[in-house]
């Protein structure tokens, strides 16, 4: 037995009574015989659990270990061991996506939960049950501002949001743009910021939207002030992406105005891992609704007058005519996002707004002692939240030093220039709430021995 098959074989044997079958076989005696296997499957025999779990370790032993400095989407956060505990919960971790409005109780009211928690970090009206992640997210949302409006044909996305989700836009977009007139079109950049000084000649009906990220991904701060009424004004939408975390120390989406908030809620509860898997979320204006991808969990009552939990919006091609579902998407990750809501559960407004502050102390900290100490300015002087992006002036000396530091025991920072291009010199640096004081002077005492061994 195994937390997967569970059953016995007294279970075996009531299921088969319960069916009329004396045998397995018999059960399975409608398959014809040319189908059936016979031989014995070319697979080692079982092995013990300890035995597993040394090889299990001897690959983990492999793994680089190092204090890391990573970011630009996926960041080192605290992360409290009760997350991972209640999320590994058979009931959770083996529950299938809920297909049926009535069923997976449970698991409905844990989708509703963390869309709830999504509207008020968000600032906006509804959410839906998460997304593959925020990449996709903004891809999604792109394909909402074409929905709403149906004459659009542009979607302006800002060059500084990160270059992944450049790339899938792109890629999301690429039988439309050339089939279908639609276009994706990425504006100028200046100073670390998107430059919207050519705005203006975008604003009629063939605009469906712009997309914005803040904190960029050079970690700048970005300033929308009065960016949604203009847009609006020409009924085009405001789509801001957004590090969740960083909502407990600056304005929300909705507080910036925009009709859609994109994400990753790795931030909350999920382990880098390599990248993921992670939780994209999405919250939009109630206008929004029903052009809202995937699925929505709501709350109603049962028969008895019991509070209960139905999906309330299945807008997928699974559920209804392919031409009238607002996306094919067919994941919305739920056992991350279980991770999440239990992460900003536990955590709380006040824990959030604590790990932010935290966030942004550390990394200014960092920040001065690098400039001051070693002449390495931040590459624009713009405000910042936990991240800042450092250029060395040539892709051989960015990644000299990583190098370098990575020997040292420490994960530097992510190399901008392997990202995207124009970008070869620069480095961006994530300082979170779980660095601590020597680990953030050890950096700049290796960054120090680094240099100097460059040459520099």
């Known amino acids: 037995m195994t937390s997967y098959i569970p059953h016995s074989d007294e279970d075996v044997r009531a299921m088969l009574s319960a069916v009329g079958a004396a045998s397995l076989e018999e059960l399975f005696s409608d398959v014809p015989k040319e189908l059936l296997l016979k031989k014995d499957l070319d697979i080692p025999e079982g092995m013990s659990e300890e035995e597993v779990l040394k090889i299990v370790r001897s690959f983990a032993s492999m793994n680089t270990l190092a204090t890391s400095y990573l970011g630009c989407g996926s960041y080192d956060r605290i992360i409290p061991s009760a997350v991972g505990s209640i999320a590994s919960l058979p009931t959770f971790e083996t529950a299938y996506t809920p297909y049926q409005p009535e069923i997976s109780q449970g698991l409905l009211q844990a989708i509703f939960e963390f869309q709830t928690m999504i509207c008020e970090l968000t600032g906006l009206d509804v959410s839906n049950a998460s997304l593959y992640d925020g990449h996709t997210a903004a891809s999604e949302a792109a394909a909402m501002c074409f929905n709403q409006r149906r004459k659009s044909t542009t979607f302006l996305v800002s060059p500084t949001v990160h270059p992944f989700t450049i790339q899938v836009l792109k890629t999301y977009f690429a039988d439309m743009t050339e089939g279908e007139g639609f276009k994706i079109e990425v504006l100028p950049e200046k100073n670390g910021l998107p430059d919207l000084s050519g705005l203006d000649s975008y604003l009629d009906e063939t605009l469906a939207g712009l997309l914005l990220q803040s904190p960029n991904i050079y970690g700048i701060i970005e300033d929308y002030t009065g960016l949604a009424d203009k847009l609006h004004a020409e009924g085009a939408l405001l789509v801001i992406s957004s590090d969740p975390m960083a909502m407990g120390a600056v304005k929300s989406q909705g507080e ?122 931040r590459l624009f002087d713009a405000p910042f939240f936990d991240e800042f992006t450092i250029d060395l002036g040539s892709r051989k000396a960015a990644e000299a030093f990583l190098s370098a530091m990575k020997e040292r025991g420490i994960f530097a920072g992510v190399h901008l220039g392997a990202l995207s291009s124009g970008r070869d010199g620069m480095i961006a640096v994530a300082v979170t709430e779980k660095r601590t004081r020597e680990e953030l002077d050890a950096y700049v005492t290796m960054a120090k021995a680094s240099k100097e061994a460059a040459g520099e």
């Open 256 to 377: 910036w105005g925009a009709d859609i908030a994109v994400g990753d809620t790795q931030p909350f509860g999920l382990h880098q891992a390599f990248g993921g898997p992670t939780a994209g979320y999405m919250a939009a204006r109630e206008k929004l609704l029903r052009k809202m991808p995937g699925r929505i969990s709501g709350e109603t009552v049962d028969v008895d007058g019991k509070r209960a939990f139905v999906l309330t919006l299945q807008a997928r091609e699974q559920h209804i005519k392919r031409e009238r579902a607002t996306s094919n998407i067919c994941s919305n990750q739920a056992l991350a996002a279980l991770a999440t809501s239990v992460y900003i559960s536990m955590a709380g407004w006040a824990g959030i707004q604590e790990a932010a502050d935290l966030s942004y102390r550390k990394a200014h900290y960092l920040a001065g002692r690098l400039e001051s100490e070693l002449g390495l300015k």
